[in-house]
Nanobody, 125 residues
Framework: QVQLAESGGGSVEVGGSLRLSCTSSGSIYGVMYMAWFRQVPGKEREGVAQIFLSSRSTTYADSVKGRFTIARDSKTLTLQMNNLKPEDTGMYYC????????????????????WGRGTQVTVSS
């Protein structure tokens, strides 16, 4: 069992930066990918960035490429968010997946087994 806990959310102005963290506890044996998702009310949860734990290779949604960076060090997953836009507003969740591998990146929420409770990010203009 893996427990995940996010922190670092808050309110910023357009163009600002935030750094989200997700600490994990419990055994991550079998976890292949970790990811950040975000969700706004009335919309589906959206995959923002993924990291393959074996190689540290990363993938990003087109909407955040060049602005967000996912990384993992020891037991902490981070998401550095720069040049924030109002459309980045939402609840951000970290997640861990037992799926995927070298050739396939899990991007759908139903491919992730473990979830944190989320941290709110609000970007105002």
């Amino acid at each position: 069992q893996v427990q995940l806990a996010e922190s670092g959310g808050g309110s910023v102005e357009v163009g600002g930066s935030l750094r989200l963290s997700c600490t994990s506890s419990g055994s991550i044996y079998g976890v292949m990918y970790m990811a950040w998702f975000r969700q706004v009310p009335g919309k589906e949860r959206e995959g923002v960035a993924q990291i393959f734990l074996s190689s540290r290779s990363t993938t990003y949604a087109d909407s955040v490429k060049g602005r967000f960076t996912i990384a993992r060090d020891s037991k902490t997953l981070t998401l550095q968010m720069n040049n924030l836009k109002p459309e980045d507003t939402g609840m951000y969740y970290c997640a861990a997946s037992l799926n995927g591998g070298w050739l396939r990146v899990p991007t759908r929420p139903d491919e992730y087994k473990y979830w944190g409770r989320g941290t709110q990010v609000t970007v105002s203009s």
